[in-house]
């Protein structure tokens, strides 16, 4: 697999300590080249696994290659390959390392694969490659080598690198080997319907949900193929039925029948589950989903249990999916939040005496949510502390109208407008809420600052004076009449 470059000539060097088996006269060769690999994610490590030696017989001038002893472990190991030689190795097609898929049916990658999943479970020792950002180098002896990654939160497929000879005349030149790395990369993002990562919602109201998936293309031969997605919700949320939910691969639906997932070719996708406040859906047929991406949609409600204020109802989706496609490891990415907000009014009806402040109950208050008082959210009546709240509000603009006032106090003309927002629905005495502090009047007192009690004087007076007036016409006439008589 991969792009091989020729070097120069090369004068070989030999182990003499190490002698063939296929040819008795050879020896093993200490001649090095290099393997790069391209394309790595920075701080992701690779190691090399070596698949086969190469030795040399001066005399003939002959090179010879034989599978290692890890590796012919291996194949003693399988059925399969039991009795695979070098030469039928060399003729195994191989599929193209720089296509970009992580999917091949070529038979060297099934091989490889296989040797992947046994290196896995032998722990295998290899050779660590030296990471320079994207790029991977090792700088080795002769032969045949398989790249896995050791540390990542990708999925990679399997590289094969030949560091083997090619004949010119009687020269020897030596190859390296570049290899472009196959990384699918696994993610999972969390939002509300339009994309936000957070929003104020009433109590009662349904919110959508979208979890967006990123799916990484396993290797054909990969035994290791975890993919589950684990949302769980707020107790402010109430969810509905897993039956209400869509899942796309893509821009295609699929199928939810019960707890199984399907597509249009009756593949079993995966299973989906609800328990406690945790939606699961475990995707165990990952490998027929024909995209790059799922997204999941749901609504839920929000619920009396929903914490008003800024601190908010977070809900997150987390995936748990397999890194290691060939052994057992698995990793799970960090959450994906979406915050929930919700929250309340609180009214603080008194009069003022002096310095102090005076709670007024059985004051009666509508709240709307519209400036043409079309729309009722809710009714405040005061309670003996001239307090009284209303819960579960939208951040926004509300409008509150007295209806009753307190007995002996003044109606409130018109109506008093409220923002309400995250910033400051803090104030109130609990948690969560708006405070809005209103004042009133009482009948037959005059405030500074006019209002109905200066109306109240006003119109005594007026009343008084013409009351005078009249008064004294009549006097007058009365008198002229006895005047006259």
């Keep these: 697999f991969g792009t091989m470059n020729v070097k120069a000539a090369v004068t070989i060097t030999t182990d003499p300590s190490r002698r063939g088996t296929t040819d008795t006269n050879s020896y093993y060769i200490t001649n090095q080249s290099t393997l790069t690999i391209n394309g790595v994610v920075p701080g992701d490590q690779l190691s090399a696994y070596k698949v086969l030696d190469a030795y040399y017989n001066q005399t003939s001038n002959a090179i010879t290659y034989e599978f290692t002893e890890d590796f012919q472990n291996f194949l003693a190991s399988s059925s399969t390959y039991r009795d695979l030689t070098v030469d039928e190795y060399y003729q195994l097609t191989s599929g193209n390392i720089t296509s970009g898929s992580t999917q091949t049916e070529s038979t060297l990658d099934t091989l490889v694969s296989a040797y992947a999943t046994y290196i896995k479970n032998n722990s295998v020792s290899g050779t660590a490659m030296s ?103 707020s107790a402010g949320l109430t969810f509905g039925s897993v039956n209400d939910v869509t899942i796309r691969d893509g821009s295609t639906p699929l199928t939810i029948s019960g707890n199984n997932i399907t597509d249009s070719s009756s593949h079993v996708i995966g299973t989906i589950a609800m328990e406690g406040q945790q939606l699961t859906i475990n995707f165990t047929g990952i490998q027929y989903i024909a995209s790059n991406n799922i997204t999941i949609t749901y609504q839920a409600e929000l619920n009396d249990s929903a914490v008003l204020g800024s601190a908010g109802n977070s809900n997150s989706a987390t995936l748990t999916y397999s890194n290691d496609p060939y052994g057992d490891g698995t990793s799970t990415t960090a959450p994906s939040e979406v915050f929930v907000y919700t929250y309340g009014l609180e009214i603080f009806k008194y009069y003022n005496s002096g310095d102090s402040r005076i709670g007024l109950s059985n004051a009666v208050f509508d709240v709307f949510s519209d400036a043409g008082l079309k729309n009722k959210v809710g009714s405040i009546k005061t309670e003996t502390d001239g307090y009284d709240r209303i819960s579960g509000l939208k951040a926004g603009t509300y409008y509150i109208k007295e209806v009753t006032a307190p007995t002996g106090y003044a109606l409130l003309s018109g109506t008093l407008e409220v923002e309400i927002t995250n910033d400051n629905s803090d104030t109130g005495t609990l948690a969560g809420y708006h405070l809005e502090s209103i004042p009133n009047t009482k009948i037959g007192s005059l405030p500074s600052t006019g209002g109905i009690g200066a109306i109240l004087y006003l119109t005594l007076g007026i009343g008084l004076m013409v009351g005078a007036v009249v008064f004294i016409v009549i006097y007058r006439k009365k008198k002229l009449g006895k005047q006259n008589s």
């Design 131 to 233: 990471m320079n950002g994207t790029v991977a180098t090792l700088t080795a002896d002769a032969g045949v080598y398989l790249v896995l990654p050791t540390q990542t939160m990708r999925v990679y497929a399997v590289m094969v690198g030949n560091l083997d000879f090619v004949a010119s005349g009687s020269d020897w030149n030596l190859n390296t080997a570049t290899i472009v790395a196959k990384v699918s990369e696994v993610g999972i993002n969390k939002t509300l319907e339009g994309g936000e990562q957070e929003g104020s919602f009433g109590i009662g109201e349904n919110i959508t949900f979208v979890i967006q998936a990123t799916v990484p293309k396993f290797p054909t031969n990969a035994i290791n193929r975890v993919y589950t997605i684990h949302d769980t919700l």
